[in-house]
């Protein structure tokens, strides 16, 4: 009993579901015999599951690379460090990333923004693919990515320090890294009925690359040519910093963690077109292929968590609270433009915005098959522009959110949920001025970049599923409405974005998105086989697009922002066969559809749109065997060796400014194999990616728009210990 | 379930229905300019108080949008140029003369700054434009860009640079 209702409220915690670490040390303690949980408790949303195996031997340079070769979920990458995910091609601020239950803040402002997260410090990420606004408010359109962090005690529960240390090696960019973390637990010796643990980890990683190479000596883009030296581009070197500390202390019932994380990293940005245009530059950019130019970016992202819980066998309760500092600089070479003059230094944009986030949440099991829940969400923004660019204003930003859910367990095959939310908001955007005058018939005036403005906003969203699993099968079908408000570049914007010299201009009288999405989820499995079918289609009344008009506004194409109807359609498939105990064939494949039913681009498909994509692999593996089981893509047993084909098919259906992109495919091969030594355990990982060295472009790359090819041949290396 | 089953397909039934009478003619080609008969050449010089004359021919397979023109001065040698060509001009002032005289062009705010958007007549798939733009007395003489960017009803931009070189008067 104890068992169940411990799994139970694991299942069940909301919304800090993710922040189970404490609850699975809990688990062991008490039960030493933990069943892998669920992250996400709404049982009928269709979901992906990975751990941190399977991020190291994906071997990427980010976080969203790494995620990219799961069906339903695509990467923007920018440069080779850089990268964005997307679900089913939602990306930006239509996708929710939850880091040990807080929103993360980040990468939802501009299309060259990272996701400002060390892969390395997490061991769990969950994709939920649908509307997912009633756990995660706002933004969680297209879907949420849960990260959590918890404590690796399954590799040695005796000790009392633990760690490991993985180097990495990638050719294609000269990247050279190392990440270690280290962890230990001290339990009380007394009182055994009431056992108390203290636990801590800390975690390190540094990596620095060079320039990345593509398998092109020149490039054209505006009919005219740039030559590329050694086949790299110029200016993409970059170098990441990243560490954490997590501390917690736990009891029968009560358990609390404190968690900071900091990450800093630096990286140029091609520097023959930054932005849309052609550049030239006294800088010598050849001279050296590993230091960062102008232009170039700057991300420092601090982040402090804390999370208490109570857990009763009936009932149980959570708080989260965090603060989060983002901190974004980006340089570019002072050049004048229109009645700009030369600004006085290289400092382009800079943004500081703090993040203050309350949750709180309670489970109350008000029957044997009834489970509720109940949960406040609140936040607070503040954002502080500087530099001679402006795009997104000086902003403050509340917002607080109920919700309430029901679970019914109706049988063993049987589960139910329902819940609704409601969402206040409130946005205070700052006046903006121009800090050079501009000549406006016989005088000169400081224009108006952003007027003040104050909005609210409510709204009002629900969502229902059902889960059924029996003999093999299992089908979950949900359907939701989710939302997001309007950030503040999207209603306060008024100028010039010198990254893609294009004119935006805001739109204050927008509304919050809504999304109306149904998700279906089939999937059957027995010793040899597993086929999963996820097929969706979703509409939003007022999905909000940066369109470009016909019009010029200073000498540059206008882009305004509007709200279209919108409707999307798509699957993802997977199947797996195993034929032999050490032999996996798989093949995994996603298509999406997506029309404007209204407005200006009525007809026009949405921009980023990715193409379907095939992901055959033949993977042999030896040492223990695991069960069949795609959605949680671990490393299986002591050794692999695979190979694997990316098929991507052609993207004609394209919104201005984009240009039509070819079908491509590559070829990649990968092996691993671990070993004893002593009380260590040594992994040795090696990858080729793209091995026939295939010039490409990828649809969802920020450097497509200005003709950029995707990077050629790698190979990555990495070693690591466990101790 | 049923309910929800229900709905998905509901859904899945507009869907197809949208699908099945959307118009499938947007316009994905971004509008042309005629490279031969564009006024002004690339390293055209003008005399400063002289009229550069525009003239330019575009077509859009669909409705030609508007278009701008922009002058601004290159005395920094950054480039937007959409043409190969370098005129040498640049190089005259990075070699012969000395730094300070480009020291001085790249702080002077006094340089030429020309920026006009221009509408075109709504319903065209052809136009030829003729624009005379005299240069200010005013104008500090060296290397300037001419900018063109011409947009189709869609939001299609295409963009077309040349360079220019102005003298002084009897130089």
């Excluded at chain 1, 968690?259 to 023959?272: I, L």
Aim: charged share 20%.
């Amino acid at each position: 009993m104890n068992l169940l209702t411990i799994t139970c409220a694991v299942l069940l915690s909301i919304p800090a579901s993710v922040e189970t670490d404490t609850t699975d040390l809990q688990i062991e303690e008490v039960t030493v015999t933990a069943p892998h949980r669920h992250v996400s408790y709404i049982v009928s949303q269709s979901s992906v599951e990975v751990d941190a195996d399977y991020v190291t031997t994906q071997m990427q340079g980010s976080l969203a690379k790494s995620l990219e070769s799961i069906a339903g979920v695509q990467a923007s990458s920018i440069g080779s460090g850089l990268s964005r995910p997307a679900i089913r091609g939602l990306g930006f601020n239509r996708l929710a990333i939850i880091h040990d239950g807080i929103r993360h803040e980040g990468q939802q402002w501009g299309d060259d923004h990272g996701l400002e997260i060390d892969q390395f410090a997490i061991d769990n990420i969950e994709i939920i693919k649908g509307a997912s606004a009633l756990l995660y408010g706002s933004d969680a359109v297209g879907g949420a990515i849960l990260l959590s962090s918890k404590s690796k005690s399954s590799i040695c529960e005796e000790k009392s320090i633990s760690g490991s240390t993985h180097i990495f090696a990638r050719s294609n960019n000269t990247l050279i890294g190392v990440s270690t973390q280290v962890e230990g637990t001290r339990k009380s010796l007394h009182s055994t009925s009431s056992p108390h643990t203290f636990y801590w980890r800390l975690n390190a990683t540094y990596q620095d690359y060079g320039d990345y190479s593509v398998p092109t000596d020149s490039f054209e883009y505006y009919s005219y040519r740039i030559p590329l030296y050694k086949r790299t581009l110029r200016n993409t070197a970059g170098r990441e910093a990243d560490g954490s500390l997590m501390l917690g202390y736990n009891t029968r019932h009560w358990h609390t963690c404190l968690r900071v994380y900091e990450t800093w990293s630096q990286s140029g940005f091609f520097a023959n077109a930054h932005g849309l245009e052609v550049r030239l530059s006294d800088i010598d950019y050849d001279h050296s292929q590993r230091d960062i130019d102008l232009p170039k970016q700057s991300v420092n992202h601090l982040k402090m968590l804390w999370h208490t819980a109570y857990i009763h066998d009936n009932w149980g309760m959570e708080v989260d609270a965090a603060w989060q500092h983002n901190l974004r600089r980006e340089e570019s070479e002072p050049v004048s433009h229109g009645y700009m003059p030369t600004p006085p230094n290289s400092m382009e944009r800079q943004f500081s915005k703090h993040t203050a986030t309350i949750n709180a949440s309670a489970r109350w099991n008000v029957a044997a098959k009834h489970t509720l829940r109940f949960g406040l969400q609140s936040e607070m923004q503040h954002n502080r522009r500087s530099g001679w660019g402006f795009i997104i204003p000086d902003f403050e930003q509340y917002s607080v959110g109920v919700y309430a859910g029901e679970e019914w367990r109706v049988n063993s095959r049987w589960t139910l949920n329902a819940g609704v939310r409601y969402d206040f908001f409130h946005t205070h955007i700052h006046a903006y001025n121009d800090w050079y005058l501009t000549p406006i018939g016989n005088t000169a005036i400081y224009q108006e970049r952003s007027a003040s403005l104050a909005r609210h906003f409510h709204s009002f969203t629900w969502s229902a599923g059902v889960r059924y699993t029996h003999r093999g099968w299992t089908f979950k079908a949900n359907i939701g409405k989710a939302f997001r408000t309007p950030i503040a570049k999207e209603l306060g914007a008024d100028g010039i974005n010198y990254h893609i010299f294009r004119y935006e201009a805001g739109n204050s009288a927008l509304n919050p998105e809504q999304s109306y999405q149904a998700d279906l989820s089939l999937a059957w499995e027995n010793d040899f086989v597993r086929v999963q079918a996820d097929p969706f289609v979703g509409y939003f009344p007022n999905y909000i697009y940066l369109s470009p008009t016909p019009d010029y506004r200073e000498g540059l194409q206008l882009y305004r922002y509007t709200q279209a109807q919108v409707i999307r359609a798509g699957a993802e498939a997977i199947l797996t066969f195993r034929p032999w105990r050490h032999l996996d064939i798989s093949v995994q494949g996603e298509y999406l559809f997506a029309r404007q039913l209204s407005g200006d681009k009525k007809g026009y498909g949405l921009p980023f749109s990715p193409p379907w994509r095939l992901m055959p692999e033949v993977k042999f593996h030896w040492g223990k065997e695991s069960k069949i089981n795609n959605s949680k893509s671990k490393t299986i047993g002591k050794g692999f060796a695979a190979i694997n084909v990316r098929v991507c098919g052609a993207q004609r259906d394209i919104v201005p400014p984009e240009k039509p992109t070819d079908g491509w495919w590559t070829l990649n091969l990968s092996a691993g194999q671990r070993f004893v030594l002593r009380t260590c355990l040594l992994s040795i990982t090696l990858k080729a990616d793209n091995i026939l060295n295939t010039k490409y472009y990828d649809h969802t790359s920020y450097y497509r728009l200005i003709d950029i090819p995707e990077a050629g041949w790698n190979l990555s290396a990495m070693v690591g210990v466990e101790f | 379930m049923k309910k929800n089953l229900f709905l998905a397909l509901c859904l899945c039934a507009i869907y197809i229905g949208f699908t099945a009478c959307e118009n499938k003619s947007k316009d994905d080609t971004p509008p042309m300019i005629d490279d031969a008969s564009f006024l002004p050449a690339d390293c055209d010089i003008y005399y400063i108080g002289d009229t550069i004359q525009v003239h330019f021919v575009c077509s859009d397979d669909t409705e030609l949008g508007n278009y701008n023109i922009e002058i601004h001065n290159n005395f920094d040698h950054h480039t937007h140029s959409t043409s190969a060509s370098d005129c040498g001009h640049e190089g005259e002032h990075h070699d012969e003369e000395d730094t300070e005289h480009d020291h001085e062009h790249t702080t002077a705010e006094g340089a030429w700054v020309y920026n006009q958007d221009f509408p075109i007549a709504r319903g065209l798939k052809g136009d030829t434009v003729d624009v005379n733009i005299p240069v200010p007395v005013e104008a500090t003489d060296g290397d300037y860009h001419f900018m063109l960017r011409l947009t189709d009803r869609a939001g299609w931009q295409t963009i077309k640079a040349v360079a220019i070189h102005l003298h002084e008067q009897g130089e």
